[in-house]
T-cell receptor
Framework: DTGVSQDPRHKITKRGQNVTFRCDPI?????LYWYRQTLGQGPEFLTY????????KSRLLSDRFSAERPKGSFSTLEIQRTEQGDSAMYLC??????????????FGSGTRLTVV | GQNIDQPTEMTATEGAIVQINCTYQ??????LFWYQQHAGEAPTFLSY????GLEEKGRFSSFLSRSKGYSYLLLKELQMKDSASYLC?????????FGAGTRLTVKP
C-alpha cells in the first residue's frame, strides 16, 4: 500500500465549471476525511465517512459541494459552479478506528484547485 | 465548538531548542496531535497525547495538560530541515480540528 492517493495534484478551472477530485485511502482504513486548506491556515474540516456512510458535514460544505464514498473505498469530492473563493488545497486523510487506541490521520498530497 | 490557538510564527537557531505552545477549548477530547507541514506538502504526523504528561520521540517531545487545555511541542537540536509549519490538532468524538499552524524558521 502506497498511502493515501489523491488525483489530480493540480486543477485549474474557470469560474462556474464543475470539478471532481478523487481520493484513494489506505486500504484497511475505514474512515475517510476531506479537509480544505488555504495559504497560512490549518486544514478546515469538510466531511468524513465511516465506510460508505457520510457521518458529518461541516457548515463550510455548501450545497455546491458533494462527497461520496460509494463502496466504502475511494471517495470523490465534487464542487459545482466553482467560485474564486473555492481556490484552495483539498486534502484527503484516512484512519483506522477500532476499539482501543485512537490514531492520527494519514494525509494524501492534496489537490490544489485554482479557479480563474 | 473548538478553539485552537498557537503562535503564528517563530524563529530559532540551528542546534537550539524551541517550544511551540498550543491552547485549546473543546467540547469533547480524544487526543491532541502535532503535525509537521512543509510548504506545498501534506501534513505528516509527529506525535499524539491523550493522557497528561510528556511523550518523547527522538528530537521531538510533546506535552499535554488536559485540565489547562494546553500542549506544547518541543524540538531539540534544531536542523535546517525543521523549518516548516507545525499544526496542533484536537480530536473530539468524531473528527480532528486543526489550529492555523506555527511557521517555524530555523536560521544558521
Amino acid at each position: 500500500d502506497t498511502g493515501v492517493s489523491q488525483d489530480p495534484r493540480h486543477k485549474i478551472t474557470k469560474r462556474g465549471q464543475n470539478v471532481t477530485f478523487r481520493c484513494d485511502p489506505i486500504s484497511e482504513h475505514n474512515r475517510l476525511y476531506w479537509y480544505r486548506q488555504t495559504l497560512g491556515q490549518g486544514p478546515e474540516f469538510l466531511t468524513y465517512f465511516q465506510n460508505e456512510a457520510q457521518l458529518e458535514k461541516s457548515r463550510l460544505l455548501s450545497d455546491r459541494f458533494s462527497a461520496e464514498r460509494p463502496k466504502g473505498s475511494f471517495s470523490t469530492l465534487e464542487i459545482q459552479r466553482t467560485e474564486q473563493g473555492d481556490s484552495a488545497m483539498y486534502l484527503c486523510a484516512s484512519s483506522q478506528d477500532t476499539e482501543g487506541p485512537i490514531y492520527g490521520y494519514t494525509f494524501g498530497s492534496g489537490t490544489r484547485l485554482t479557479v480563474v | 465548538g473548538q478553539n485552537i490557538d498557537q503562535p503564528t510564527e517563530m524563529t530559532a537557531t540551528e542546534g537550539a531548542i524551541v517550544q511551540i505552545n498550543c491552547t485549546y477549548q473543546t467540547s469533547g477530547f480524544n487526543g491532541l496531535f502535532w503535525y509537521q507541514q512543509h510548504a506545498g506538502e501534506a501534513p505528516t504526523f509527529l506525535s499524539y497525547n491523550v493522557l497528561d504528561g510528556l511523550e518523547e520521540k527522538g528530537r521531538f517531545s510533546s506535552f499535554l495538560s488536559r485540565s489547562k487545555g494546553y500542549s506544547y511541542l518541543l524540538l531539540k537540536e534544531l536542523q535546517m530541515k525543521d523549518s516548516a509549519s507545525y499544526l496542533c490538532a484536537v480530536r473530539d468524538t468524531n473528527d480532528m480540528r486543526f489550529g492555523a499552524g506555527t511557521r517555524l524558521t530555523v536560521k544558521p
